[in-house]
């Protein structure tokens, strides 16, 4: 799974300063490969998961990048995200059951944290699929 994972953090071709919400983080593997791409920049990685078991254990696998102000893990569900004034340029959610079940309601909850040129990156395994937004 991390091999797959990889994969999809090298194929979202993140910046430096970019600003990445990770959805449905898990244990964190995707967050870190994500604050990898970060390292260096002004660009921030938040992460949500509903499980607050979870979001403990991606915040201890990042530690160091949250201590660096690089990355942070909040327990929250898509449903009733309120994520301030974050906006993001890469939204990541990988086998997260509501974008398989309800893609349209799931985009359409992510919309918002979206910067106008923000983009959706949606995977199941299998079939793989990735949304971009429409400008
Ligand atoms: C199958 S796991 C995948 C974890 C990780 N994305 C990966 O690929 O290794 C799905 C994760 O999404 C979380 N999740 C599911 N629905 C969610 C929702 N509506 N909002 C936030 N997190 C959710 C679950 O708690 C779980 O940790």
């Known amino acids: 799974m991390t091999e797959r994972l990889r994969a999809i953090v090298e194929r979202l071709n993140i ?26 920049g002004s660009g921030r990685l938040t992460a949500i998961d509903r499980s607050p078991k979870m ?5 201890r696998r990042n530690a160091a990048h949250v201590e660096a102000g690089r990355a942070e ?7 009733e995200l309120d994520l301030g004034d974050r906006r993001f340029d ?33 995977l199941f395994d299998p079939p793989a699929q990735t949304a971009r937004r429409r400008r």
């Open 90 to 122: 890469v939204v990541l959610a990988v086998r997260v059951g509501l974008f398989h079940r309800e893609p349209q309601r799931a985009r359409a909850l992510v919309e918002p944290w979206l910067k106008p040129t923000g983009r959706l990156h949606a």
């Open 55 to 59: 979001i403990a254990a991606a915040a």
């Open 15 to 40: 910046a430096p300063d970019d600003h990445v919400l990770v959805i449905g983080c898990g244990h964190g593997v995707a967050a870190t490969l994500v604050c990898e791409r970060l390292a260096g």
């Open 73 to 79: 893990f909040l327990v929250a569900r898509l449903e």
